[in-house]
Nanobody, 115 residues
Framework: VQLVESGGDLVQPGGSLRLSCAAS????????MRWYRQAPGKERELVAL????????EYADSVKGRFTISRDNAKNTVYLQMNSLKPEDTAVYYC?????????WGQGTQVTVSS
């Protein structure tokens, strides 16, 4: 199982970013996918999840209405569209899959929201 995140950057408050997570080593289209984030000095928190076909999604209260999770099963990729970014969204963002009872993580991508 391999997960590779990309798309993180430095952005001003109110800006937007789209994160991508390319997956391999498992049948991507049959698994829930999740985005987490971890800010300095804080625990890793679940940001959003999506079911295997993309018809069910959940979001943390802190990002509802601003972030959108989606997936392209033909490309084995899950996305996180982040709009109206706030300084408190600054964190390393990770994608995650629970496969064979084990949670797999990518290396993370840094998102910094600052003026």
């Amino acid at each position: 199982v391999q997960l590779v995140e990309s798309g993180g950057d430095l952005v001003q408050p109110g800006g937007s970013l789209r994160l991508s997570c390319a997956a391999s080593g498992f049948t991507f289209s049959t698994y829930f996918m999740r985005w987490y984030r971890q800010a300095p000095g804080k625990e890793r928190e679940l940001v959003a999840l999506i079911n295997s076909f993309g018809g069910y999604k959940e979001y943390a209260d802190s990002v509802k209405g601003r972030f959108t999770i989606s997936r392209d099963n033909a490309k084995n990729t899950v996305y996180l569209q982040m709009n109206s970014l706030k300084p408190e969204d600054t964190a390393v963002y990770y994608c995650n899959v629970l496969y064979g009872g084990i949670g797999y993580w990518g290396q993370g991508t840094q998102v910094t929201v600052s003026s």
